[in-house]
């Protein structure tokens, strides 16, 4: 816990500036996160035997985050060239006698579509007009989603929601993270409506928090289940206390998605 103490303080006083700034720091950071974490996701099913293709994964998540940020008109055909590439690669592994290529060509457009396409809506968010406050407002909600969870979970935690994917989350934990996201909305909201630039009502704050800490634990536990398909217990180690890039941004994939269309169509 002190690890990921240190860890999270970290992330947080080099990730705040950039998020404010936005532009080509924001880009690499989180351009550096999402390949990250699409060479750990190739490397846990490497460990399976399987051989994804890296070059897709890995090129297609960085130019389709790259289309994201400077081109988006163009963001849709780069990743159907990746899809094509993919299928074309694989092809060509089959042919030389890697009997799993089919398998192998799903592993590769999942990794390809699940971290580069959903994980550039981290750009769409920032993206926005105030685009710093939004991507402020709904990671909050997601990290007080988490921290909720493992706080009441750890200590009153019961009754398991998933024993085969994650044995230690629990429905109490759960509920608590739901809550504790919802009132992380309600708090920001008011803070960037009566401070910021925003004009967020606090029950549509409140409904946002809700919304993301329902549904983003989906991603966490969506990670697990590759690692446990695999036999691993992190995607990787590149932040102590928390494991891989893909174990730090499993659920902020899902709370930019939700975030950016809540934002998008309610807000």
């Not at 081109?71 to 060509?92: D, G, K, N, Q």
């Not at 926005?128 to 706080?151: E, H, K, Q, R, S």
């Not at 504790?180 to 960037?192: D, I, K, N, R, V």
Request: glycine fraction near 12%; charge should be positive; charged fraction near 10%.
């Amino acid at each position: 816990m002190h690890k990921r103490t240190i860890s999270s303080l970290a992330i947080l006083a080099v990730g705040l500036p950039v998020l404010m700034f936005g532009g080509i720091p924001y880009f690499l950071l989180i351009s550096f996160l999402l390949v990250a974490a699409a060479w750990e996701y190739s490397n846990m099913f490497q460990v399976a035997h399987h051989k994804p293709s890296r070059l897709v994964l890995l090129g297609g998540t960085f130019l389709i985050t790259s289309a994201r940020a400077f081109f988006p008109t163009y963001s849709l055909p780069v990743l159907e060239v990746f899809i094509l590439l993919a299928l074309a690669i694989h092809l060509f592994k089959y042919e030389r006698g890697q009997d799993g290529a089919v398998l192998d060509f799903g592993i590769t457009i999942s990794g390809l579509v699940y971290i580069g396409w959903i994980g550039s809506y981290l750009i769409d968010l920032r993206s926005l007009p105030n685009g710093a406050w939004w991507v402020f407002l709904a990671l909050p909600c997601v990290w007080m989603a988490d921290i909720g969870a493992y706080t009441i979970g750890s200590a009153y935690g019961r009754h398991k929601i998933a024993p085969r994917l994650s044995p230690k989350k629990s429905w109490e934990g759960y509920w608590a993270g739901v809550f504790t996201a919802s009132l992380a909305g309600m708090f920001f909201s008011f803070a960037y409506t009566t401070w910021g630039p925003l004009s967020v009502p606090i029950w549509q704050g409140g409904l946002l928090g809700l919304f993301i800490g329902l549904l983003t634990p989906l991603g966490d536990l969506g990670e697990s289940m590759f690692k446990r398909q695999v036999g691993i217990k992190d995607s990787g180690n590149i932040i102590p206390g928390h494991g891989g890039a893909f174990d730090r941004i499993d659920s902020w994939l899902w709370g930019a998605i939700l975030g950016y269309y809540f934002i998008v169509w309610f807000l």
